[in-house]
Structures are given as C-alpha cells and as structure tokens.
C-alpha cells in the first residue's frame, strides 16, 4: 500500500531537512532550498519500528510505503493536474508566530488534492526546529491554529536532534487511514437502496454485500461503525449476536458447524446462529439482528416474542472480539433448514456443549458457559413442571 504525502509550508522552514530526517535517520547538512513541486522520495513504515498506538490498530499487514512531494515555499502553490496526494504535512517554524500565520495561505491547496472518492484529506500542523525554540513543545497559539482550521493533528520536530520527526509521519499516516476507512464506511452505507423500513430495520441488501457493523467503546459505548471485515483486521470490538435453538423437555441444542470460509468460526462447531448488529439507515437492534440472523443462516422464521434473552458478554477469539448478546428461541418441530451446502446442524445435549472444551467447538468465556449451563438446567425444570 502506497501513500502519498506532500510536505508544504514557507520557505527555509525545514521541510527538506525533516523529510531527509524521516528517510535516512540523520540530519541533512548539505540540503538544498527545494523550487516549485518536486518528488522527494520513499519510506516504509512496515511495523518494525515502535508505532504510535493508534497506527498500530490500523496499519495493513504488508505495511505502507511513505512517498514524499515537496512543495517549495516559493512559487506556483497549484498541484499539477491529475496530481493527487492522500495527505498534507504543513510545516511551520515552532519559534516564529508570523511563519505559523503564514502557514494559512497552504490550507486552501485542499481543493487541489480530492483523491478519488474522498473529498477532504487529512492535515497535521508540524512545528519544525524546535531545537531553536525558546520553549519545547506545542504552544496555544498552535493549538488555536489547528483547531479553526479542524486539523487531524499537531506535532512539533526538531530534524537536528529527531525528536517528534517519526511521530508526525505516523500521525498523518493514521489519520490518512482512518480516514479512508471512515468514507468507505460512508460510502457503504450511502449505497443502501429500498424504502425506509420500520425503525432500526436495516435493508436486506446490507446483509448479501458487505456489512457495516457498529463500533464500541468500553469508554464512550457506541462510537462509530466500520466494515466486518475491518473488524476482523484490526480486532475491533464491535456488537453481535448469538441464536440458540433448543429443546427444553431434553436439553438438547442446535448446534451448527460453520463453513470452513465463514468469518468467524471457520471449521468450527458453535451457536445455531451468529451474526453483527447492522448499520444502515438505522443502527439495529439487538433483536432484530438476531432474527435476522436465524432468518438469513438456517432459514428459521421466528417472532420477537418467541426470543429469549440470556446474556451479555464479551468474547475475544483470535481475530473476532465481540460484544455478545445470547439469546434462545425453542424448537418448534421439523422445520425444515437453508443451509449452506457446507454446512451442517447436530442436536446435542446442552452438557456436551457447555461443559466440554472440544478443539472443535467455538470460543466460550467461562462466564458464557456456566450461564447458559444454568439457565438450560431451569428450562428443562420449567418445562418438566408445566408440560
């Protein structure tokens, strides 16, 4: 993966030596005053250096190569025609006021850089030369600067001494990342075609291409939403279900075994369904999703009022970290199942399932089995009781 990053600000305020500096590691004594729009070179942020957290979350497993354009302080400030970049480190001088003032007139080279579907690319304000600084670090007046113009980060660099060079390449690099995950987000869920449906109904059509699943935060609860598959990637906590289909008067359970390509539990032996909480033009609810669900992967029609809610938890396995609401519905006779060709459902006594810690079975937290071990146990009493 390739981005491409222009490096822009007055003239003599740094921006050739803090390129050399995120290149070659070393300060450049022999830099030359770079003249209108030229290529400066590469980097490769690969993962073997320390990342700032929030690059590590994000960061593709090949890495992503850094290209560097430099803009000169000095003449045409237009990018070529056909010229796009996915994102712009505008340069200052940390010491002198009128050169961060200055550094206004390169927030309008914006329009110039839409890069395919993305209308705005995101910016990081870096004070270069603070070694010359009377005091370290980020002044308010920096801070005021970044905020009226909604910038996506502030750094300040030295390229004498290196200090805060690597960090300001890579909080660019993250928010270029975040930020196209974010407008694939956006432009996923602006495809969801159909009338609106009744609330927290999301079209079906969500389900049969790629899901746009909701985002948590043990912090801020719901923060956003990103693609399953993202998820995945980069071990995203997000909301989900799970569906069992059980026999009360002998504890037995539907257990399905997954298709060795499914997204999660691949192989595996686990819930009769399992699936996200969905969103479209409305976020889903638990219990939607979770008929939707059941509906979608064995082809079983149930009714809200049919569902029973058993829990909450989260769950971690590998790739999938969830945040896990369980839920029954009982057998109702032989209905008939739509299951993949590759695919397969067994009745299993709830014992075998709960208390066994079969290679083959999906993930479960303690708290996860013992509490569906017990409330299976006052089920089949119930159902003993009351026929």
Known sequence: MEKVVLVAGHAACGKTCLIRRCMSGAFAHDALPTVSLAEAGTMCIDGSEDLLPELSSLLPPDGVTVRFWEMGGKGNRCLPRGKSVHGLLLCYEAHDRASLQSAARFCRLEPFMECADIPRVPV???????????????????????????????????????????????????????????????????????????????????????????????????????????????????????????????GGVMLRKYSDVAPKHPGRWGPTAHGEILCGRHVESSPVAALRALREQTGLERQARELQFWLSCTSEDGRCHELLDVYVTLHRGSSPLELPEDEQIEWVHFIDIFNSTHVDLFHMDPCYAATMASKMRSAILHASSYG
Not at 181 to 195: N, S, T
Not at 226 to 244: E, S, T
């Open 124 to 250: 990081v304000l870096c004070g270069t030369k603070s070694d010359l600084a009377e005091a370290g670090g980020v002044d308010a007046h920096a801070e005021a600067f970044s905020e009226t113009h909604h910038l996506h980060g502030l750094c300040c660099t030295s390229s004498v001494t290196g200090e805060g060079v690597c960090e300001a390449v890579q909080t660019l690099i993250a928010a270029i990342l975040q930020h196209e995950e974010e407008a694939e987000a956006r432009h996923m869920l602006q495809g969801i075609r159909g009338p609106l449906g009744p609330p927290h109904e999301v079209d079906a059509s969500v389900s049969r291409g790629e899901e746009i699943v909701e985002l948590i935060s043990g912090d801020v609860g719901a923060y956003g939403a990103r693609p399953l598959r993202i998820c995945l990637d980069r071990k995203l906590l997000h909301r989900a279900v799970h569906i069992w289909v059980v026999d009360a008067r002998t």
